[in-house]
């Protein structure tokens, strides 16, 4: 009788229980999509008002963030919240406060609703992750189950927001380590995940930023040009990375001298400024996206898209170093796709939808260190043709950047995990 418990135990535990809680984090992704997009329309009536109140808007997007976390988090840090997700993991055993997980959510849906440089995916991982850890803690399983339940409600939560479900159990597999996966957590992961897809689905609707699938026939000329926008993605991905690093090392170096209030209200102004020239660069980024990838910004020069990169770089740095929260998933993609648009226009290629993809896949494999997720998520939003210059560019991206990454608690391997 002792055996068949257990048994029934272990079974509810990895079966069961990731049943429960992707269904509740699909309804907690519906909540915190409701939330950022009260407050973007808020901010776009403001905007829509008088052009120059983007000025005020941006202040709030990073002053409003900060404030959240120091006045109510426990952990005072402010920035990207897939990196506070990956350190809880290897550090802290999947452990997060309840009150840790709303309030840097909420700071992150400040920030991007008012025009913050950031992705929802940050606080997606963040907030699924942190439901999963509560309740795995209320029901007192033990530390090793709740660390597991953790990266599961981190993939729910992430497949969720994205509406690509095994994109999300990848991504979270993936994240935590620059060079292995954590294959132990792949079945609870998947049923969490595919559970908050449908909640998701259900509440938000299925609709994602990219097109729908589109067929293509690779050519000895395509895998060519995805070999060459490897490397450029390898190189605009080692720009975004050190721009990222030098603007928190800035930014640590101003706090001993000045405020964080002023050197917040500053970054906010600088951010409003980015928006008056080109307002693609701020917010999530899903507009631009979107259109790149069905071909409606053709027209943009190349001088645009040029600024256009470089800015999302320095507005996504600017806001996770001086007080803003969020994510680094859809920085990637939109640079990624900026490039690859750049890419086709310069050489007059034919089909550029397949260059900006590519070429976003690259970069994420490069910032992100998940070379599984990049090919995944191509393969599952554009279909399967996509697949095989895609793993080309993104292979050569990955490699060329070395064990760099946008995460600084990314850990190498699972041994260096144990040496820990």
Partial sequence: MRLNSERFFEVAKYWVLPLILGSIIGLAMFLLVYIYKLLNYASFIIVNWNSSFLLASTIVALLGGYLTIRLWAENKECGCGTDLVIERYHFKNGFISLRDTISRTLASAITIGFGGSAGLEGPSLLLGGGISSFIARRLKLDQKDVKTL???????????IFKAPLTGILFALEIPYKRDVETEVFIPASIASVTAYFTSAITLGTETIFPTPTFIIPTLSTLMHAIFLGILAALVALAFMEALERTNSISKRLASSLPMLLMTIFAGLILGVIGLLYPEALGLGYDFIHKITIAELGELTLTN?????????????????????GGLFIPSLYVGGALGLIYSQTLNLETPVLYVILSMAAVLAA????????????????????????VISAVVSYFLTGSRSLYKSQLINKLQARQV
């Fill in 367 to 390: 910032t992100s260190k998940c070379l599984l997720t990049s090919i995944t998520l191509v393969a599952e939003t554009m279909g399967s043709s996509f697949i095989v210059p895609t």
């Fill in 305 to 325: 898209l040029t600024a256009l990169l470089i800015l999302k770089i320095v507005a996504t740095s600017v806001t996770l170093n001086f007080g803003g929260n």
């Fill in 150 to 160: 953790f990266l599961c409600g981190a993939a729910a939560g992430f497949s969720a």
